[in-house]
């Protein structure tokens, strides 16, 4: 499957637990993005990368949440401190520049 | 930063008709607008695209017009199925990608 894969795809933790999530692009993508997407809503950006380096990040994304690519290549995203809010599903894409971002299956994290 | 609004959050069609769903947005440096279509529990699935510098495109069953003046795009599907039925998703952007709210489909045999 050349597609974009996220690891896990479920997540249970307690409240005040730290988790991380992987993503996996397709391959020749230079761009990974990050977004939450929660029930009935469409999904909210979180962070972009472009090759290694971080060049957006949404102002509305608390400080326990970081993201890395370090190699250009996959990515992973961590939550510390997790609150129930923070429940949701986090949702990977990646694409060459802007255009034609295919996204991944989602984790979907439960805070209890 | 980008603000994209979408209507209407629902719609309802007999298969067979067409369906038009309409978004907005603020940032007049926005200049790709892709839909996504996205079923329960599965992931988004980009249907169309369009770039700024082009008015209208379409593929089979699906087109989008963008007028960037008003800062407004559409989506119309014609001749709709009940595999057509899904949230729909617009979405504009620079860098970052802003998505609007979404439009539940129902198309009724």
């Known amino acids: 499957d050349t597609g974009v894969s996220q690891d896990p795809r479920h997540k249970i933790t307690k409240r005040g637990q730290n988790v991380t999530f992987r993503c996996d692009p397709i391959?020749?993508?230079?761009?990974l993005y990050w977004y939450r997407q929660t029930l009935g809503q469409g999904p909210e950006f979180l962070t972009y990368?472009?090759?290694?380096?971080?060049?957006?990040k949404s102002r509305l994304l608390s400080d326990r949440f970081s993201a890395e690519r370090p190699k250009g290549s996959f990515s992973t995203l961590e939550i510390q401190r997790t609150e129930q809010g923070d429940s949701a599903m986090y949702l990977c894409?990646?694409?060459?520049?802007?255009?034609?971002?295919?996204f991944g299956p989602g984790t979907r994290l439960t805070v209890t | 930063g980008e603000n994209v609004e979408q209507h209407p959050s629902t719609l309802s069609v007999q298969e067979g008709d067409s369906a038009v769903i309409k978004c907005t947005y603020s940032?007049?440096?926005?200049?790709?607008f892709p839909w996504y279509k996205q079923e329960l529990g599965k992931r988004p699935q980009l249907i169309i695209d369009?770039?700024?510098?082009?008015g209208e495109k379409k593929d089979q069953r699906i087109a989008v017009t963008l007028n960037k003046t008003a800062k407004h795009f559409s989506l119309h599907i014609t001749e709709t199925q009940p595999e057509d039925s899904a949230v729909y998703f617009c979405?504009?952007?620079?860098?970052?990608?802003?998505f609007g709210a979404g439009t539940r489909l129902t198309v009724k045999p």
């Open positions: 894409a990646s694409s060459i520049e802007k255009y034609e971002q295919y």
């Open positions: 391959s020749e993508h230079n761009r």
């Open positions: 990368f472009q090759n290694e380096a971080q060049l957006e």
């Open positions: 940032d007049s440096a926005s200049n790709y």
């Open positions: 369009i770039r700024s510098n082009v």
């Open positions: 979405a504009a952007t620079y860098n970052d990608m802003r």
